[in-house]
């Protein structure tokens, strides 16, 4: 059975940026619109493309291709991978998502290098999908902040390598403390506007995560800025959506790390595959910048991250204490967890060991 690994509702109907900084000049920003169904579709056709290689490497070598699909019969505003064993792995799109009054052609394609990220990012990984994550299915499903790194750091600047004159208007498009992220970064003048263009969609794309996170739980719109970043750091790594001030630093640490991915392995895919371990770690280390502004933030990374052992406890099962049934939870991240039934239910685990509370009468299989 296939597993939906991802589902965000990254939309906002905010507009991007001509110049950037701290703020946002508005009147800039009506020259913006979201791609025709024919640049969408070509944006996808490039971006598969770049990573057939690595599907096609992946254990077992030959079995594994990218595909993509955008659903023309949904107003949702999706955006999801899926993956399935002896499949594709897929990355779907809603005909909502690319009509969200925000979306414009750079944030189309920032954020479907994130959803290839999920593919292709690597470590650190979505522990909680489990025995989901097997090497069966050729790839463990990245984190949300992790596919946000692989985006600006690794995907767009293979995408738009070589669009000169679009990268050279974007940096000058940038105030000069937003362009001096890149010259401190890059000692060529290409990279520069390369990374100057990188920015510029990463801010666009903030305001998008902002305006989406405000619909679905609403509060005060308070948008991402370069020089307000996230200065909260996590216990633990954060698998989920991080806040959107986050997600910028993420995509700007992104593209001004000068460390790039090589070869077509996904980092830190080792056994154990898909949990937050020691070799799965020191697997990826090369691929990423581990200190200075191209390191991931600490907003929602945290490299020291203390790892339980699951392998004797399994990632669920019924418990029962007390005369209380439960489903215990382990994740190799956030430790044990429990979930209690309510007093008339009895917990059951189904064939592949699904564990959840039930009425005494219900059959967990039908």
């Given amino acids: 059975m296939g597993e939906v690994a991802h589902l965000s509702t990254d939309g906002t109907d905010g507009n991007s940026a001509a110049v950037i900084g701290g703020t946002v000049d508005s009147a800039s920003l009506s020259g913006e619109r979201p791609p025709t169904r024919e640049e969408a579709e070509a944006i996808l056709d490039r971006v598969v493309a770049l990573y057939q290689d690595h599907a096609a490497a992946a254990n077992p070598a030959g079995t594994h291709e990218i595909s993509w699909r955008i659903d023309w019969d949904s107003d949702a505003v999706s955006a999801h991978v899926l993956l399935k064993p002896g499949e594709d792995w897929t990355i779907e799109v809603s ?14 394609a920032l954020t479907m290098c994130h959803e290839m990220g999920h593919f292709i990012g690597g470590f ?88 989406q996170a405000v619909l679905q739980a609403p509060r005060e719109l308070v948008y991402p800025r370069f020089d307000t970043p996230d200065t909260t750091e996590v216990a633990v790594t954060k698998e989920g959506h991080p806040a959107p001030q986050c997600r910028l630093d993420t995509l700007v640490a ?29 697997d990826a280390r090369p691929f990423a910048c581990q200190t200075g502004p191209g390191a991931r933030p600490r907003c929602w990374f945290q490299p020291d991250t203390v790892v339980t052992d699951c392998s004797e406890l399994g990632q669920q099962a019924c418990v029962v204490e007390d ?4 489903v215990r939870y382990c994740d190799t991240t956030s430790g044990v967890s429990y979930y209690w039934c309510f007093a008339h239910e009895v917990c059951k685990a189904s064939g592949d060991d699904f564990a959840d509370c039930y009425a005494p009468d219900v059959d967990p299989e039908e």
């Fill in 95 to 108: 005909k909502g998502y690319l009509t969200a009054s925000s979306m414009t052609t750079e944030v189309f």
């Fill in 254 to 282: 992104g593209a001004v790390c000068s460390v790039k991915a090589t070869g077509t392995g996904i980092p830190g895919f080792v056994p154990p595959y898909g949990e937050y371990s020691d070799a799965s770690e020191e």
């Fill in 323 to 326: 005369g209380v049934h439960g």
């Fill in 124 to 211: 650190p990984f979505k522990t909680s999908r489990g025995g989901h994550n097997t090497g069966a299915l050729g790839t463990s499903v990245s984190s949300e902040g992790q596919s946000d790194y692989f985006a600006t750091k690794d995907c767009l600047p293979r995408l738009w390598a070589n669009e000169t004159e679009a990268n050279a208007a974007a940096f000058a498009a940038l105030d000069p403390s937003a362009r001096e992220r890149c010259t401190t970064a890059y000692s060529d003048l290409a990279s520069q506007q390369l990374c100057g263009r990188i920015l510029l969609a990463s801010l666009q794309t903030g305001r998008f995560y902002e305006e």
